[in-house]
């Protein structure tokens, strides 16, 4: 595809906040592509998944041109950046470049993978773009794969209510593949400290038994050296089980009805 700087607006947005490495890789491989928005949170809000600001008020502050920094998560920077800031809808929402991967469980508790799963609820095609590296990351990878797939996504658009989960290995080998989410592979460290009145605090941790990787995974991918691109769907309806609990229906009114009509009356 030929570069058509003014006929896309993509929006970016990120949980490492506004002023992260990543998200600057990312705003400069695409700036010559597509019109950029970015709105990210004002500092960093990793692992804060899809929560949504409601017992405070939301504020932002426009840091430069089309460049706005928030006070709140990344589902909530989203959720002002498509009902507030940009004056037309995104062609494409990407969230990231994040610092760390996102991949098996962590999508749950990922606030880049939660800030383009908003954008497809809001029925705008998106990504989350993640290096699998927390210590000195390098981005250039990441940044070159997610203009190609962003101008794909453009090009043919994306199936209804999935949104794409994007793990870049550092260093990258070769290859793209596309795999599905590892079952968890983590085990919850809590580690323990005595703060200065002796009260004890946790930091959650993790540790990854690469051992138990399945060979289709995005953590496979990504050990092998290949980025990982795993396709995700906002309907979390598992529509097979349905039809297999169809049976329980009958079984579960039945109590429920036999329980409502034996109940003692009040008089």
């Not at 995104?90 to 880049?112: C, H, K, Q, W």
């Not at 290949?226 to 979390?236: F, V």
Request: hydrophobic share 40%; proline share 5%.
């Amino acid at each position: 595809m030929t570069k058509r700087a003014t006929n896309y607006h993509i929006l970016l947005t990120n949980d490492d906040g506004i002023h992260a490495d990543g998200l600057t890789a990312l705003e400069e491989a695409l700036q010559e592509y597509a019109e950029l928005t970015v709105v990210a949170p004002h500092v960093e809000r990793s692992a804060s998944s899809h929560a949504l600001s409601l017992q405070q008020p939301i504020r932002y502050e426009k840091i430069s041109e089309r460049k706005y920094a928030v006070e709140g998560t990344p589902a909530d920077s989203v959720i002002l950046a498509l009902n507030n800031i940009c004056q037309v809808t995104p062609d494409l929402v990407i969230a990231g470049i994040n610092r760390g991967g996102n991949m098996g469980e962590n999508i749950f508790y990922s606030g880049t993978v939660a800030a383009a799963l908003e954008a497809t609820l809001n029925r705008v095609p998106a990504f989350a773009v993640s290096v699998a590296a927390r210590e000195n990351p390098r981005y250039e990878v990441a940044a070159a794969f997610a203009v190609q797939l962003a101008l794909k996504i453009l090009a043919g658009g994306l199936p209804k209510g999935i949104v794409l989960n994007v793990n870049v290995p550092a260093p990258w080998v070769s290859g793209v593949r596309l795999t599905r989410q590892s079952r968890k592979l983590t085990k919850n460290l809590l580690v323990e400290g005595l703060d200065p009145r002796g009260r004890n605090y946790y930091w959650i941790h993790e540790q990854v038994d690469l051992s138990r990787v399945e060979p289709d995974t995005d953590y496979a991918a990504v050990q092998e050296g290949s980025i990982s691109l795993t396709p995700l769907q906002i309907d979390r309806t598992e529509h097979n089980v349905v039809r297999e609990l169809g049976n329980w229906i009958e079984d579960l009114n039945g109590i429920l009805l036999a329980q409502v009509n034996n109940r003692p009356r009040r008089s």
